[in-house]
């Protein structure tokens, strides 16, 4: 039913650089909407959902590059129409298949495919919640714990910060102190020889030189004390500024600790980036060589066993060439003649087998070989070969695709596309 004219009418998706923020809003009012509606029921799946928004690049299609649209069916019941995403495609909303069921619809890591339809019962709140608890839970735990960690580092630092500070400014205040009490010792003893100066002129008159001599004494006295109490001022100076460098050298200490920490936790913070890189390239398919072929040969008898076995060599050459000479042969060689023989002798007239085998360098290989029998009237295209027929012409063909899966995601990717046609199968593993 796949008709490339069919366009989706719905005004989300017709987006242009004018309307695209007009988009966005609307689409984040539905969004909200659902979440009011279940948040008194499910308040702990409207939460993660919530959370789960700011990890998208595009809401529109939660990153899947895809959305669907509900059509109404011919006759009876509904399709789901898929479509490109135009808030992340330029506004371009390119039709891309339809599915009978909405969960039918997956994209990116399996997730489901937004539907925007108001009569759709896609919800918001169940969808993001799922993503959120498979893909985002943990390493949101991770980074929160690590941003309170970091919070409680910050906090410890400007504490001691702050007790530093207050430590020096009372040392600054002990030093100013005590050249102050200096000042006024010196102060008051000068004003002291000053007056035993006088007093010593007074008396000159009558005991000159007794007079001297006790003035020179009191003199003396008075500068020895006010050398002393600057010797005592000096020492206090000397020791308040030992007591200071102790203290700036235990505030070094525990900035360099601090630090160690927070080097410690950029380690963790790149670690957590690595695991989170690593798990996404394990959840990606990846592949290496493919082949695809296939072989034809007119039937001109009914006898499998004269006419039949240059097409089975032919097929076994092209499996050699890959797998080498490997003890699965004879086993592959046995499913081979048996469907061959059924489509040759109108027993079925198609029919088709899968296979997982080693190959001599202990590489895992996928195999899967289609079986057909037409007989044409008409010209027809079969394959990758054009092939003209003739009326009342028989032709068997083997259709044989060889498929080397190179991480777990890409071996189950293949066993979940081998129960489609040989045409769908290649049309899946080209996009991927």
């Known amino acids: ?37 279940n948040e008194e029921f499910f308040p702990d799946t409207v939460k993660k959902a919530r959370a789960c928004l700011k990890h998208f690049k595009c809401l529109g299609c939660v990153d899947t590059g895809r959305i669907l649209h509900k059509i109404p069916g011919t006759f009876w019941g509904y399709y789901f129409y898929e479509y490109t995403c135009g808030l992340c495609n330029g506004g371009r909303t390119d039709y891309i298949r339809y599915y009978n069921k909405l969960t039918d619809g997956v994209g990116f890591n399996n997730r489901q495919i937004p539907c925007h339809d108001v009569n759709c019962e896609y919800s918001y709140t169940h969808n993001l919640a799922k993503i959120y608890k498979i893909e985002f839970e943990s390493i949101d735990i991770t980074e929160e714990k690590a941003r309170i960690e970091k919070e409680e580092t910050d906090k410890r630092i400007k504490e001691a910060e702050e007790k530093a500070r207050i430590e020096k400014e009372e040392a600054d205040k002990k030093i100013k102190e005590a050249e102050e009490k200096a000042k006024k010792d010196k102060e008051e003893a000068i004003k002291v020889a000053k007056k035993l100066e006088e007093e010593a002129k007074i008396k000159a008159k009558q005991l000159e030189e007794e007079a001297n001599l006790k003035a020179k004494k009191i003199e003396q006295e008075a500068i020895n004390k006010a050398k002393e109490l600057e010797e005592k001022a000096k020492k206090e100076r000397e020791e308040t500024e030992i ?132 007989t044409e009237e008409t010209n027809g295209l079969i394959g990758l070969l054009r092939t003209k027929f003739t009326k009342g012409k028989k032709y068997a063909y083997i259709n044989y695709a060889e498929f080397t899966p190179i991480n777990k995601s890409a071996e189950k990717y293949l066993s979940d596309i081998m129960k489609n046609d040989f045409e769908t199968i290649k049309d899946k593993i080209r996009k991927k």
């Open 243 to 374: 007591k200071n460098k102790k203290v700036n050298n235990e505030i070094d200490e525990k900035q360099k600790r601090l630090i160690s920490k927070e080097y410690k936790l950029d380690i963790k913070e790149a670690e957590i980036k690595n695991q989170r890189e690593k798990l996404d390239e394990e959840l990606t398919p990846k592949f290496g060589s493919i082949m695809i072929t296939d072989i034809e040969q007119e039937i001109k008898s009914l006898n499998f066993e004269v006419e039949g076995k240059k097409l089975v060599n032919d097929i076994m050459d092209v499996i050699r060439l890959s797998f080498g000479d490997i003890t699965a042969l004879p086993t592959l060689l046995a499913r081979i003649n048996l469907n061959l023989s059924a489509c040759w002798t109108k027993a079925s007239n198609k029919t088709y087998f899968t296979e997982t085998i080693i190959d001599e360098k202990g590489q895992t290989k996928c195999i899967r070989l289609d079986f057909i029998k037409i």
């Open 1 to 37: 039913m796949k008709n490339n004219n069919i366009k989706c009418n719905y005004n989300i998706l017709k987006m242009n650089s004018e309307i695209k923020e007009i988009g966005l809003s609307l689409l984040q009012s539905m969004m909200e909407e659902d979440f009011k509606k």
